[in-house]
């Protein structure tokens, strides 16, 4: 599964032309971002991600659309039931609610699930907070593998555990927080479950090695304009 990391319609609109792209990924502070403003109140926030769920409704390529939860567990599910209202009626889209990794929170995946959305508990960064989330019933987690990177030195053995505890459930690894594309590289050995911004999803097609063959091969064909 890949995914665009970011809450602006015309990104989101643009990255669906990228070959394999299935949908995309919000939080809070990019649909802050998307909006043009540091701080959003809850009814501009749920206004706005209601705003990406008619979206999505109407765009057959966006196959999964992650929106986070804010708020306590109630509100969470309030959120959820506004969300899949403005689904509508629309097939082949699964609707994941990311959920922060909170006793509240995880508690009420059950729930979610039983109204039709999949859970995600975002922002893990311990196999522990990984194995409570998957025996809470989450369908997934979501790492953000840079920063693990970046301020964990023990990271290795981090992800390499956190993801042998959701493969052994049989659930989803989401890797995310990727500045580039040696980043999601690493990211690969551990899951094909990825959401990048933009910018890095561009460039995962590049290589110098692969455009100095495409430009051999160019050569020995005379093309006509």
Partial sequence: ML???TADEGAILRALE???????????????RAAGAE?????????AARKLCTLSADIGAI??????AVGDADSALEQAALYRDELRAARDKTLWMKLTPT???????????????????????TATQAYVAMEAGADGVAVYLGRLMRLETDWENQIETIA?????????????????????????????????????????????????AIEGFD???AWKG
Wanted: proline letters at 6%; one cysteine or more; aromatic letters at 6%.
């Fill in 63 to 68: 196959r999964h659309l992650m929106i986070q």
């Fill in 219 to 221: 050569r020995k064909v």
């Fill in 103 to 125: 006793p509240a929170n995880i508690a009420c995946c059950p729930a979610l699930k039983d109204m039709g959305c999949a859970t995600l508990v975002t922002a893990v960064f």
């Fill in 39 to 47: 701080v959003l109140s809850l009814e501009e926030y749920i206004g």
């Fill in 3 to 5: 995914l665009v990391d």
């Fill in 18 to 32: 990228f070959p394999g792209v299935q949908g995309f990924t919000t939080n809070p502070a990019l649909i802050a």
């Fill in 164 to 212: 042998a505890i959701v493969k052994s459930a049989g659930r989803t690894l989401l890797l995310a927080s990727f500045p580039d594309r040696q980043t999601v590289d690493v990211g690969l050995r551990y899951s094909r479950d990825i959401t990048a911004p933009p910018a890095v999803l561009d460039e995962l097609l590049a290589s110098s090695l692969s455009q100095e």
